[in-house]
């Protein structure tokens, strides 16, 4: 893709923001350490990388979806990148040329129900033996074949699912479960659903909000969905949308019972915030327990924005200084107890997804590299039972994405594992997949398998187990 005056307006066209135009499926070899024989199966990330000049002013969340895959078995490391063949992606590939303007254009009416492209751009989850990618404003759930990323198509769950499936669905894995959001700037605003382990939606509930929210994410616990309700409005005016962050009204956490209705949630308010990722949540003690990443001023060039703040990246109107914190919901007294835990600018947290649900003692956090721009100069092990981090930062003039816990071949224990990142030099291109071991985070590289062309900066990954690989659906 030839880019033109849009590069003027977008940074997320630049650098290793810029997307690439070829897909490759490539062998690769160690530059540094051996693969570990007890690493095995597919470390998957998603990411925008437009295939067509942008129409409009671009936004780094508006590219079309491709994953980049390093498939490890027996024979090696494999790597393969691939878009995702999204109805968007196709009719535009029998054009030539861009068909959607982007999220800071005005929304083209004309193009409803797909007012703006679904791109499957977001976030990548295992469920029921399949891989499906997904997108941040709710679309399709694209399900895509391991390890050779081809698009085998929209999961509909047998054409029980009612709804599109936002970004971040959960996994129980005590139940088998996968708990969703969709949600849309008309009514209704939010809606809740769970897709059985044999891969039926069998339940499907509207939320009781006030007004369109943008969202991101949801959590669970054993006994309850937690939905949110922050004061970042998504509203719709004068033929744009726009969000605006209301600083005089709560941020809403709703304890959705898994075994009973939307109508009996339980809200929680506290400050006004957002948040876009949460690490977990679990029951203990008589309280719910929720970690994620908070951030307190989410709007750039926010008037209301207190004097002082510090310089943060941002990514057009976001604005992103996001703490690690715990909010404690005590369900006897109602009330709610707050506190950062992790003092570093950091987000995209993971876990062991194993723990889902249930109580983790470790989050591995992306630390926030000193710029205008998203990136990331290191990875943080936070321990939530002694608040000791572990930093891993990774070369001088390279930067890392969303890393995944990847367990050891045979290990049940949450620390077991490697942390599996792609890492680019930003000033060459070069790109390489650095494996840590997750208890040795400060130690070099286990691994580090040099990468032919180049992984522009993305968004989430997934870890593929070897097991459950092998019990992928058929295509
Ligand atoms: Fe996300």
């Avoid at 490890?72 to 029998?94: C, I, P, Q």
């Avoid at 005590?174 to 044999?198: K, R």
């Avoid at 007294?333 to 649900?357: H, M």
């Amino acid at each position: 893709m030839a880019i033109t005056d849009v590069a003027q307006t977008s940074p997320y066209l630049l650098g290793n923001y810029s997307p690439i135009a070829d897909e490759r499926s490539v062998d690769l070899t160690p530059v540094a350490g051996e693969i570990p024989a007890d690493l095995r199966g597919v470390f998957v990330r998603n990411g925008s990388n437009p295939r067509f000049e942008p129409v409009g002013r671009y936004h780094w969340f508006d590219g079309d979806g491709m994953i980049h895959a390093v498939h490890f078995d027996a024979d090696g490391a494999h790597y393969t990148n691939r878009w995702v063949r999204t109805t968007g992606f196709e009719a535009e590939s029998e054009t030539g040329t861009s068909m959607w303007t982007g999220i800071l254009e005005p929304p083209d009416l004309s193009k409803y129900p797909q007012v703006f492209k679904d791109t499957a751009n977001t976030d990548l989850v295992w469920f029921n033996g399949e891989l499906l990618a997904l997108w941040w404003l709710g679309g399709d759930a694209y399900r895509v074949s391991l390890p050779g990323l081809e698009t085998l198509g929209r999961e509909d769950f047998g054409g029980t699912l009612e709804t599109h499936i936002a970004a971040h669905p959960k996994v129980d894995p005590t139940t088998g479960e996968l708990l969703y959001i969709d949600f849309d700037p008309i009514p209704p605003f939010l809606t809740f659903g769970v897709v059985s382990p044999e891969g039926q939606v069998v339940r499907s509930e509207s939320v009781a909000l006030g007004g369109p929210r943008l969202q991101h994410d949801l959590a669970f616990t054993d006994d309850y969905a937690i939905v949110f309700d922050f004061p970042f409005m998504w509203e719709t005016g004068a033929g744009r949308t726009q969000l605006a962050f209301h600083r005089d009204r709560p941020s809403r956490f709703g304890l959705l019972p898994r075994g009973g209705s939307a109508t009996d949630t339980r809200w929680f308010e506290t400050d006004p915030c957002f948040m876009y990722h949460v690490a977990n949540a679990w029951q203990e003690d008589g309280t719910v327990r929720l970690i994620g990443c908070e951030i307190a001023d989410p709007l750039a060039d926010d008037h209301n924005n207190p004097p002082g703040l510090p310089d943060a990246p941002r990514v057009a109107m976001l604005r992103l200084e996001p703490y690690l914190t715990e909010w404690i919901f005590h369900l006897d007294s109602g009330a709610i107890t707050k506190r950062r835990i992790n003092d570093e600018v950091a987000e995209f947290p993971k876990i062991d997804v194993r723990r889902t649900g249930q109580r983790s003692r470790y989050t591995y956090l992306q630390r926030f590299a000193p710029m205008t721009t998203l990136a990331f100069d290191a990875v943080i092990r936070h321990d939530l039972d002694t608040a000791a981090t572990t930093t891993h930062v990774w070369p001088d003039g390279w930067f890392g994405g969303e890393t995944s816990f990847c367990p050891k071949l045979g290990s049940t224990a949450e620390a077991e594992g490697y942390l599996i990142c792609f890492v680019v030099n930003e000033t060459t291109g070069e790109s390489e997949v650095h494996v840590l071991d997750a208890e040795r985070l400060e130690d070099d590289p286990v691994c580090r398998l040099s990468v032919p062309g180049r992984v522009p900066t993305g968004y989430h990954t997934w870890w593929v187990s070897a097991d459950e690989l092998a019990h992928q659906q058929p295509s």
